[in-house]
Protein backbone atom coordinates (compact mmCIF):
# COMPACT_ATOMS: atom_id res chain seq x y z
CA UNK A 1 0.00 0.00 0.00
CA UNK A 2 0.90 3.48 -0.68
CA UNK A 3 1.74 5.44 2.36
CA UNK A 4 2.14 8.82 0.73
CA UNK A 5 0.15 11.39 2.56
CA UNK A 6 -1.37 14.37 0.62
CA UNK A 7 -4.90 16.72 0.68
CA UNK A 8 -6.81 17.72 -2.30
CA UNK A 9 -7.78 20.77 -2.75
CA UNK A 10 -11.27 21.01 -5.39
CA UNK A 11 -12.65 24.41 -6.47
CA UNK A 12 -15.18 25.55 -7.87
CA UNK A 13 -14.77 26.99 -11.19
CA UNK A 14 -18.09 28.51 -12.31
CA UNK A 15 -20.79 30.91 -11.10
CA UNK A 16 -23.44 31.94 -12.42
CA UNK A 17 -23.64 36.00 -13.47
CA UNK A 18 -27.55 36.28 -13.10
CA UNK A 19 -27.69 36.53 -16.61
CA UNK A 20 -27.58 33.23 -17.28
CA UNK A 21 -23.83 33.18 -17.62
CA UNK A 22 -20.80 32.35 -15.65
CA UNK A 23 -18.12 33.58 -14.58
CA UNK A 24 -15.03 32.91 -12.65
CA UNK A 25 -12.96 34.34 -9.49
CA UNK A 26 -9.80 36.40 -9.59
CA UNK A 27 -7.09 34.34 -9.08
CA UNK A 28 -6.32 35.96 -5.84
CA UNK A 29 -9.43 35.47 -4.43
CA UNK A 30 -9.03 31.95 -5.66
CA UNK A 31 -5.91 31.59 -4.23
CA UNK A 32 -7.66 32.68 -0.67
CA UNK A 33 -10.36 30.35 -0.84
CA UNK A 34 -8.15 27.30 -1.42
CA UNK A 35 -5.79 28.74 1.40
CA UNK A 36 -9.04 28.75 3.71
CA UNK A 37 -9.68 25.25 2.93
CA UNK A 38 -6.59 23.56 3.50
CA UNK A 39 -6.18 25.39 6.62
CA UNK A 40 -9.65 25.10 8.15
CA UNK A 41 -8.80 20.95 7.81
CA UNK A 42 -6.20 21.55 10.08
CA UNK A 43 -8.09 24.00 12.49
CA UNK A 44 -11.55 22.47 12.82
CA UNK A 45 -9.29 19.23 14.20
CA UNK A 46 -7.21 20.87 16.79
CA UNK A 47 -8.40 21.06 20.26
CA UNK A 48 -7.83 24.22 22.29
CA UNK A 49 -7.17 24.36 25.99
CA UNK A 50 -6.71 26.69 28.35
CA UNK A 51 -2.84 26.64 29.04
CA UNK A 52 -3.34 28.55 32.30
CA UNK A 53 -4.64 25.42 33.78
CA UNK A 54 -1.42 23.26 32.96
CA UNK A 55 1.41 25.67 32.98
CA UNK A 56 2.36 29.58 34.40
CA UNK A 57 1.74 32.07 32.10
CA UNK A 58 3.76 32.75 28.96
CA UNK A 59 6.19 35.32 28.66
CA UNK A 60 4.21 36.81 25.97
CA UNK A 61 0.46 37.63 27.05
CA UNK A 62 -0.20 37.23 23.37
CA UNK A 63 0.01 33.23 23.71
CA UNK A 64 -1.21 33.19 27.43
CA UNK A 65 -4.79 32.08 26.82
CA UNK A 66 -4.43 28.74 24.72
CA UNK A 67 -2.71 26.34 23.82
CA UNK A 68 -3.26 23.83 20.83
CA UNK A 69 -3.18 19.83 21.39
CA UNK A 70 -2.88 17.69 18.07
CA UNK A 71 -3.20 13.76 18.22
CA UNK A 72 0.54 12.48 17.25
CA UNK A 73 -0.57 9.59 14.84
CA UNK A 74 -3.09 9.40 11.64
CA UNK A 75 -2.68 11.08 8.60
CA UNK A 76 -2.77 14.52 9.73
CA UNK A 77 0.09 13.81 12.06
CA UNK A 78 1.77 12.40 9.11
CA UNK A 79 1.03 14.88 6.86
CA UNK A 80 2.21 17.67 8.79
CA UNK A 81 6.14 16.32 9.24
CA UNK A 82 5.88 15.24 5.48
CA UNK A 83 6.09 17.73 2.65
CA UNK A 84 2.58 18.54 3.04
CA UNK A 85 1.95 17.84 -0.48
CA UNK A 86 -1.35 19.38 -1.88
CA UNK A 87 -2.76 18.84 -5.03
CA UNK A 88 -5.22 21.43 -6.75
CA UNK A 89 -8.08 20.44 -8.89
CA UNK A 90 -11.51 21.36 -10.34
CA UNK A 91 -15.28 21.39 -10.83
CA UNK A 92 -17.75 23.41 -12.69
CA UNK A 93 -20.39 23.15 -10.12
CA UNK A 94 -21.46 23.65 -6.41
CA UNK A 95 -23.33 20.13 -7.14
CA UNK A 96 -20.01 18.67 -7.90
CA UNK A 97 -18.02 20.47 -4.81
CA UNK A 98 -20.52 19.35 -3.07
CA UNK A 99 -20.68 15.66 -4.01
CA UNK A 100 -16.80 15.46 -3.28
CA UNK A 101 -17.15 16.42 0.11
CA UNK A 102 -20.41 14.55 0.77
CA UNK A 103 -17.93 11.23 -0.66
CA UNK A 104 -14.94 12.42 1.61
CA UNK A 105 -17.29 12.52 4.95
CA UNK A 106 -18.84 9.29 3.61
CA UNK A 107 -15.03 7.47 3.38
CA UNK A 108 -13.97 8.77 6.92
CA UNK A 109 -11.90 11.55 5.44
CA UNK A 110 -10.69 14.85 6.84
CA UNK A 111 -12.48 17.25 4.62
CA UNK A 112 -13.45 20.84 5.06
CA UNK A 113 -15.78 23.22 3.11
CA UNK A 114 -15.26 27.07 2.44
CA UNK A 115 -18.63 28.96 2.30
CA UNK A 116 -17.59 32.67 1.33
CA UNK A 117 -19.52 35.30 2.77
CA UNK A 118 -19.88 37.07 -0.79
CA UNK A 119 -18.16 40.31 0.50
CA UNK A 120 -16.26 40.49 -3.00
CA UNK A 121 -17.84 38.57 -5.18
CA UNK A 122 -21.20 37.71 -4.77
CA UNK A 123 -23.04 40.57 -4.02
CA UNK A 124 -23.78 39.05 -0.12
CA UNK A 125 -24.80 35.75 -1.30
CA UNK A 126 -22.73 33.19 0.76
CA UNK A 127 -21.41 30.74 -1.87
CA UNK A 128 -19.63 27.66 -1.51
CA UNK A 129 -16.32 27.87 -3.07
CA UNK A 130 -13.65 24.81 -2.23
CA UNK A 131 -13.75 21.81 0.11
CA UNK A 132 -10.27 20.52 0.97
CA UNK A 133 -10.23 16.52 1.19
CA UNK A 134 -7.76 15.33 3.51
CA UNK A 135 -4.67 15.05 4.06
CA UNK A 136 -5.14 10.95 3.71
CA UNK A 137 -3.45 8.16 2.22
CA UNK A 138 -3.03 8.89 -1.78
CA UNK A 139 -5.19 5.95 -2.42
CA UNK A 140 -7.85 6.52 -0.62
CA UNK A 141 -8.27 10.54 -1.93
CA UNK A 142 -7.67 9.56 -5.39
CA UNK A 143 -10.67 7.34 -5.11
CA UNK A 144 -12.51 10.39 -4.49
CA UNK A 145 -10.81 12.97 -6.90
CA UNK A 146 -8.64 10.82 -8.80
CA UNK A 147 -11.17 11.79 -11.67
CA UNK A 148 -10.90 15.49 -11.63
CA UNK A 149 -8.51 17.38 -13.82
CA UNK A 150 -5.43 19.69 -12.49
CA UNK A 151 -6.17 23.62 -12.26
Known amino acids: MNDEIKQVIVIRRKYPD ?39 PAKDPRFAELSMIMPKSGCLYKWLNSP ?37 EFHGEATNTVVAVGPEESEKIDKITGHLKLL
Do not use: N, W
Open 18 to 56: GKGGFFQLRTGKLIAQAAHASMKVLLDKMIFTDISLTQP
Open 84 to 120: FTKIVVYVDSEEELLEIKQKAEDAGILCALVTDAGRT
